[in-house]
């Protein structure tokens, strides 16, 4: 099993930047290497979409709604991701869930808040 805790949500008004983080754990770590790592979000009513993903080479990918605005990076010697979050928008409100694949087994954070008030 992989856990992962998020941390850095909370309220700002548009305009504003947040930072998010996202820690992995688990014995499964010592022997295997986590693929691709991610962020996604979920907002009221609303599907849970991708909003940027990282891989263990580094290569991204961005939802187009967030491109230019956000940017993802990650730490593999200490299994961390992060998400650097300018020019939020009202939008952007959601919860925001960290996602890591371990071999073929998708990991999932509890989630994390993030208001964007106008």
């Known amino acids: 099993q992989v856990q992962l805790v998020e941390s850095g949500g909370g309220l700002v008004q548009a305009g504003g930047s947040l930072r998010l983080s996202c820690a992995a754990s688990g014995t499964i770590l010592r022997i295997n290497r986590i693929n691709t790592m991610g962020w996604y979000r979920q907002a009221p009513g609303k599907q849970r979409e991708l909003v940027a993903r990282i891989s263990s080479g580094g290569r991204t990918t961005y939802a187009d709604s967030v491109k230019g605005r956000f940017t993802i990076s990650r730490d593999n010697s200490k299994n961390t991701v992060d998400l650097q979050m300018n020019s939020l928008k009202p939008e952007d409100t959601a919860v925001y869930y960290c996602?890591?694949?371990?071999?073929?087994?998708?990991?999932w954070g509890q989630g994390t808040q993030v208001t964007v008030s106008s």
């Open positions: 996602n890591a694949i371990v071999t073929t087994n998708n990991y």
